[in-house]
């Protein structure tokens, strides 16, 4: 199990309080009670959950996870969860090279990734059709979603599909994605990178860690990298710093602490201000203004997890996370139209001025007991938010461009602003979650959360607009074990996402979301593998529309079903493969348009699939690697007029074990350099191009 969260750089006295509240309730009974590793014994618990003694997967040696740690409340047993996840080990992050989040979750089924192509403001990518919500540690990122994380970070990326509120609180119902931290380890940790690839990509990186004193109660670790590259197009860069430093604190078998403290910095262009749709260009082309295309991003997380076993019963958990962001981005882009005629196209700019803080903390309590045949685990918790947005916004018509024979007009002069909103959002919840196991046979899973909105909105005229919610969600579930190798289950889970607040005072009802699904989970005894089905049906409401007369009511419903396949397996010491596919079918139930009713989702393929092999050859020197990812045709328009194609793309990889301790590694992504439009709306958007990175890699 993993998690952090954080004290603050720049507390508020509200934060202060808030703060001092958690870390009281956990350290108080640390000071009352300090339990031996004799006396924790080994507490037997069905399959629900993992035992604290148990031994944890290790993600830098597998790709195939057998734990979930999801949510950062308690590691559980993925045969035995009631729900569709995928885990994305730092073993298969680096056998694919990835180096976006984007590319981490490409090979995962359920999931659309990187379909807006060159705009490279945010990680994107959605969850059965809807928009995912991301997690550090099981702490929701919210306001600092925008930016984009650096796998480097992670030991893990988590993935569970489809709406659950009551886990993890307010979030769309496509599903969630977890960025598990690299944390100290009570062991040597040496290990460093240099990377040269495309587009004048030169990166350094060292993760390094080690206990800090004799008895060994005391670790560190410190990750860092440094990038300087340019993107595809001209007059591009893609610069960023990186730095993560970590203490954890164990003087007992029964007490935890850990603090983690990141800093990421990035220097780069937001966008290549997309391509007309006349024809098909090159990627190198640009037709922005090379002096008003930056994008820099500044954030700064303090975090902090402390665990405690009061007895063979009770254990205690807390987190703390403390955000500061700056993300200020400016870029002009093509304005076109299909059926345009002619070299010359309009253009539009627009930019972005963004502050933010959050502070978020939660507390938990759990007991485990055992009745004869009958295996119990309950957690009860409470959690606060705070979050502050400070935007500024500007956008218009800019100078045309000849696509031709471009000439640059220089930067502008005096954006028009658009708009200067503040924003405040406080969420204050509690949460019950019961796990029953009967005979080992059957789990019965139970959930409810409640959280208390308190969101406010003022506008540059000093128009303040408040709104007050208190949502409740749902969850249920029931697994039954075949046998130990083969579990089913039937689940029933709710999501509830906060509305928006508008200027004219309107406050829509939050958007709410529901899924069945059926599920079943093979782990075979003979192989180190997870293989996994499931069918789903989900629903969101009060999906927020804005109207012809551009007031946003919340009047619409969609749907999404469809059909998940995924199987992870090292088949033999020297072969282990990643295979994904997704069936999915959405449909607009209800919307202010009629004609849009049974129309399909924007971004929604019917069909996906993906399949990663990797193997070693028997003298342990050489390793090839190997990827297809197919992705189905959708739609880039709501009135389903426009459509992209279907397209398979390959990706591979060679490693050469230099010396024991010395590897150079070879990755290709988009193999064959395959060009289509990902993303079509004022302009084209492609996928990206052939990626060829060479990364010698030491540890000592």
């Given at each position: 199990?993993?998690?952090?969260?954080?004290?603050?750089?720049?507390?508020?006295?509200?934060?202060?309080?808030?703060?001092?509240?958690?870390?009281?309730?956990?350290?108080?009974?640390?000071?009352?009670?300090?339990?031996?590793?004799?006396?924790?014994?080994?507490?037997?618990?069905?399959?629900?959950?993992?035992?604290?003694q148990a031994l944890a997967d290790d993600d830098s040696e597998s790709v195939v996870a057998k734990e979930l740690w999801v949510g950062g409340k308690v590691a559980t047993s993925i045969q035995?969860?009631?729900?569709?996840?995928?885990?994305?080990?730092?073993?298969?992050?680096?056998?694919?090279?990835?180096?976006?989040?984007?590319?981490?979750?490409?090979?995962?089924?359920?999931?659309?990734?990187?379909?807006?192509?060159?705009?490279?403001?945010?990680?994107?990518?959605?969850?059965?059709?809807?928009?995912?919500?991301?997690?550090?540690?099981?702490?929701?990122?919210?306001?600092?979603?925008?930016?984009?994380?650096?796998?480097?970070?992670?030991?893990?990326?988590?993935?569970?599909?489809?709406?659950?509120?009551?886990?993890?609180?307010?979030?769309?119902?496509?599903?969630?994605?977890?960025?598990?931290?690299?944390?100290?380890?009570?062991?040597?940790?040496?290990n460093t990178y240099v990377t040269y690839g495309s587009n004048d990509h030169k990166e350094v990186g060292i993760d390094v860690g080690d206990t800090l004193n004799e008895n060994e109660t005391?670790?560190?670790?410190?990750?860092?990298?440094?990038?300087?590259?340019?993107?595809?197009?001209?007059?591009?860069?893609?610069?960023?710093?990186?730095?993560?430093?970590?203490?954890?604190?164990?003087?007992?078998?029964?007490?935890?602490?850990?603090?983690?403290?990141?800093?990421?910095?990035?220097?780069?262009?937001?966008?290549?201000?997309?391509?007309?749709?006349?024809?098909?260009?090159?990627?190198?082309?640009?037709?922005?203004?090379?002096?008003?295309?930056?994008?820099?991003?500044?954030?700064?997380?303090?975090?902090?997890?402390?665990?405690?076993?009061?007895?063979?019963?009770?254990?205690?958990?807390?987190?703390?996370?403390?955000?500061?962001?700056?993300?200020?981005?400016?870029?002009?882009?093509?304005?076109?139209?299909?059926?345009?005629?002619?070299?010359?196209?309009?253009?539009?700019?627009?930019?972005?001025?963004?502050?933010?803080?959050?502070?978020?903390?939660?507390?938990?309590?759990?007991?485990?007991?055992?009745?004869?045949?009958?295996?119990?685990?309950?957690?009860?918790?409470?959690?606060?938010?705070?979050?502050?947005?400070?935007?500024?916004?500007?956008?218009?018509?800019?100078?045309?461009?000849?696509?031709?024979?471009?000439?640059?007009?220089?930067?502008?002069?005096?954006?028009?602003?658009?708009?200067?909103?503040?924003?405040?959002?406080?969420?204050?919840?509690?949460?019950?979650?019961?796990?029953?196991?009967?005979?080992?046979?059957?789990?019965?899973?139970v959930g409810v959360r409640n959280d208390n909105l308190d969101l406010s909105s003022e506008n540059v005229s000093n128009e303040k607009f408040d709104a007050d919610y208190s949502e409740t969600?749902?969850?249920?579930?029931?697994?039954?074990?075949?046998?130990?190798?083969?579990?089913?289950?039937?689940?029933?889970?709710?999501?509830?996402?906060?509305?928006?607040?508008?200027?004219?005072?309107?406050?829509?009802?939050?958007?709410?979301?529901?899924?069945?699904?059926?599920?079943?989970?093979?782990?075979?005894?003979?192989?180190?593998?997870?293989?996994?089905?499931?069918?789903?049906?989900?629903?969101?409401?009060?999906?927020?529309?804005?109207?012809?007369?551009?007031?946003?009511?919340?009047?619409?419903?969609?749907?999404?079903?469809?059909?998940?396949?995924?199987?992870?397996?090292?088949?033999?010491?020297?072969?282990?493969?990643?295979?994904?596919?997704?069936?999915?079918?959405?449909?607009?139930?209800?919307?202010?348009?009629?004609?849009?009713?049974?129309?399909?989702?924007?971004?929604?393929?019917?069909?996906?699939?993906?399949?990663?092999?990797?193997?070693?050859?028997?003298?342990?020197?050489?390793?090839?690697?190997?990827?297809?990812?197919?992705?189905?045709?959708?739609?880039?328009?709501?009135?389903?007029?426009?459509?992209?194609?279907?397209?398979?793309?390959?990706?591979?990889?060679?490693?050469?074990?230099?010396?024991?301790?010395?590897?150079?590694?070879?990755?290709?992504?988009?193999?064959?350099?395959?060009?289509?439009?990902?993303?079509?709306?004022?302009?084209?958007?492609?996928?990206?191009?052939?990626?060829?990175?060479?990364?010698?890699?030491?540890?000592?």
């Open positions: 199990m993993n998690k952090k969260n954080a004290l603050p750089l720049k507390l508020k006295q509200n934060h202060c309080a808030a703060a001092t509240l958690f870390c009281c309730s956990v350290l108080t009974p640390i000071a009352g009670y300090a339990e031996t590793e004799s006396e924790a014994g080994t507490f037997r618990l069905s399959p629900i959950i993992v035992n604290d035995d969860t009631p729900a569709s996840v995928s885990v994305i080990t730092e073993k298969e992050i680096k056998q694919r090279g990835a180096s976006t989040t984007e590319e981490v979750l490409q090979y995962s089924p359920g999931l659309v990734t990187d379909y807006y192509g060159t705009d490279d403001r945010n990680d994107y990518f959605m969850i059965r059709g809807f928009q995912a919500t991301t997690y550090r540690d099981g702490m929701t990122l919210g306001s600092m979603r925008g930016v984009r994380e650096d796998p480097y970070a992670f030991e893990r990326v988590e993935v569970l599909r489809g709406a659950n509120s009551t886990l993890f609180g307010p979030a769309d119902p496509g599903g969630s994605v977890n960025f598990v931290s690299k944390r100290p380890k009570f062991e040597s940790i040496r005391l670790a560190y670790r410190l990750t860092g990298k440094v990038k300087d590259s340019d993107r595809e197009y001209d007059y591009s860069k893609d610069d960023s710093e990186f730095i993560m430093g970590g203490l954890t604190w164990e003087p007992n078998s029964s007490t935890s602490a850990t603090l983690l403290i990141d800093y990421l910095n990035t220097d780069s262009t937001p966008n290549s201000g997309g391509y007309p749709m006349d024809r098909e260009y090159s990627r190198s082309d640009f037709f922005g203004e090379p002096d008003y295309n930056f994008h820099n991003v500044e954030r700064t997380n303090i975090s902090a997890q402390i665990t405690h076993r009061i007895n063979r019963q009770f254990k205690v958990l807390g987190n703390l996370r403390y955000s500061d962001l700056t993300d200020d981005y400016g870029y002009i882009y093509i304005s076109d139209a299909n059926g345009h005629t002619g070299n010359d196209v309009a253009r539009g700019y627009l930019s972005n001025d963004t502050e933010a803080q959050e502070f978020i903390g939660n507390t938990m309590l759990q007991y485990d007991a055992s009745f004869d045949d009958i295996d119990s685990s309950t957690t009860v918790g409470i959690e606060y938010r705070n979050a502050s947005t400070n935007l500024n916004s500007s956008y218009g018509n800019a100078a045309s461009i000849d696509v031709s024979n471009p000439v640059y007009t220089g930067a502008l002069s005096g954006p028009t602003p658009y708009g200067n909103k503040k924003q405040d959002y406080t969420t204050k919840s509690i949460f019950l979650q019961q796990n029953l196991s009967f005979h080992d046979k059957v789990i019965v899973t969600s749902l969850r249920g579930a029931i697994t039954y074990k075949i046998n130990d190798e083969v579990s089913a289950y039937l689940s029933q889970v709710e999501s509830v996402a906060p509305p928006s607040i508008e200027s004219t005072g309107t406050a829509n009802k939050p958007e709410r979301g529901e899924q069945y699904e059926v599920g079943v989970k093979y782990a075979p005894y003979n192989m180190n593998a997870i293989f996994s089905a499931s069918v789903y049906d989900l629903t969101k409401d009060n999906v927020t529309i804005t109207t012809t007369d551009l007031v946003k009511k919340t009047i619409g419903e969609s749907k999404t079903k469809g059909l998940d396949l995924e199987a992870k397996a090292d088949i033999t010491e020297n072969l282990s493969i990643t295979a994904a596919y997704s069936y999915m079918k959405s449909e607009v139930v209800n919307d202010s348009d009629p004609s849009l009713k049974g129309n399909e989702f924007v971004t929604a393929p019917r069909n996906t699939a993906s399949l990663w092999s990797h193997y070693t050859l028997p003298n342990q020197t050489m390793s090839i690697g190997l990827g297809a990812r197919y992705v189905g045709s959708y739609y880039f328009d709501t009135v389903n007029t426009s459509k992209s194609e279907a397209a398979t793309l390959f990706d591979a990889s060679f490693d050469y074990q230099i010396t024991a301790d010395t590897k150079l590694g070879l990755n290709i992504k988009n193999l064959l350099d395959k060009q289509y439009v990902v993303g079509s709306a004022t302009a084209n958007y492609y996928n990206p191009g052939r990626d060829i990175t060479l990364t010698l890699n030491h540890s000592w």
